[in-house]
Antibody
Framework: EVQLVESGGGLVQPGGSLRLSCAAS????????MNWVRQAPGKGLEWVSS????????YYADSVKGRFTISRDNSKNTLYLQMSSLRAGDTAVYYC??????????????WGQGTLVTVSS | DIQMTQSPSSLSASVGDRVTITCQAS??????LNWYQQKPGKAPKLLIY???NLETGVPSRFSGSGSGTDFTFTISSLQPEDIATYYC?????????FGQGTRLEIK
C-alpha cells in the first residue's frame, strides 16, 4: 500500500523557519516526482512546489519562491520542504502528494494526511 | 497563470440526484484536467485524471468530460457518502492551479 506520512508542522513565529518531512512507502520513491500542496484554514487547495524523481528539477509557486526549498533523499524515501521567512499567510495544512510521472507535475495520488503549520506570534 | 473557475461554489442535492459541476480554464489546457474529492478533515482523493479517466477503485457513478477550456464532472446518482468538496486541477502549465472548490451537501 502506498503511504505518505508528513511530519514537522507546528507553531512558529513570523520570520521563523520550519522543515517539513514526508516519509514515503509502498512504491519506488525514486521513480516519481513529488509535490507539496497547502490548504489555509477554510480555504481551497494551493500548489506549493514540485520536484522531479532525481531531484534535479524543482518548481515553486511565486508565493513561496525564494523562501521555501523542496528537496528529497531517495536513499531515505523522504521528501522535504524547508520553509523560511514564514508569514501569517503561510498558515495552512501542508500535504505531500505523489505524482504519476517522473519529471513534472501531473495528477496527485495519493496524498498524505497533512501537517499543520501555524505562523503566529 | 491559468485560472480555473468552478461552478457552482456550493450545491445541495438529494440522494439519487444527478449532480454536475463545471470547471472552466482561462486558456486551452487540452485534457490536462483532474478532479479530486475532499471530505471534511481529510486529504484530497483523486477521482478523475486527464479529464475523463476514472481512477482505479473509484465508483462508476463518477465521470468526467471535456477538453480545451470547458470541463464537466458528474455524479450520476448521488450517495450520502459523496458529501464533500470537489476540486478541479490543471497541469497543462506551471504553476499548477486548482479551482476554488464546489461544496456538495445533501438536501
Amino acid at each position: 500500500e502506498v503511504q505518505l506520512v508528513e511530519s514537522g508542522g507546528g507553531l512558529v513565529q513570523p520570520g521563523g523557519s520550519l522543515r517539513l518531512s514526508c516519509a514515503a512507502s509502498g512504491f519506488t520513491f525514486s521513480s516519481y516526482a513529488m509535490n507539496w500542496v497547502r490548504q489555509a484554514p477554510g480555504k481551497g487547495l494551493e500548489w506549493v512546489s514540485s520536484i522531479s524523481d532525481s531531484g534535479d528539477s524543482t518548481y515553486y509557486a511565486d508565493s513561496v519562491k525564494g523562501r521555501f526549498t523542496i528537496s528529497r533523499d531517495n536513499s531515505k524515501n523522504t521528501l522535504y520542504l524547508q520553509m523560511s521567512s514564514l508569514r501569517a499567510g503561510d498558515t495552512a495544512v501542508y500535504y505531500c502528494a505523489k505524482d504519476s510521472v517522473a519529471v513534472a507535475a501531473s495528477w496527485f495520488d495519493p496524498w498524505g494526511q497533512g501537517t499543520l503549520v501555524t505562523v503566529s506570534s | 497563470d491559468i485560472q480555473m473557475t468552478q461552478s457552482p461554489s456550493s450545491l445541495s442535492a438529494s440522494v439519487g440526484d444527478r449532480v454536475t459541476i463545471t470547471c472552466q480554464a482561462s486558456q486551452d489546457i487540452s485534457n490536462f484536467l483532474n478532479w479530486y474529492q475532499q471530505k471534511p478533515g481529510k486529504a484530497p482523493k483523486l477521482l478523475i485524471y486527464d479529464a475523463s479517466n476514472l481512477e482505479t477503485g473509484v465508483p462508476s457513478r463518477f465521470s468526467g468530460s471535456g477538453s480545451g477550456t470547458d470541463f464537466t464532472f458528474t455524479i450520476s446518482s448521488l450517495q450520502p457518502e459523496d458529501i464533500a468538496t470537489y476540486y478541479c486541477q490543471q497541469y497543462d502549465n506551471l504553476p499548477i492551479t486548482f479551482g476554488q472548490g464546489t461544496r456538495l451537501e445533501i438536501k
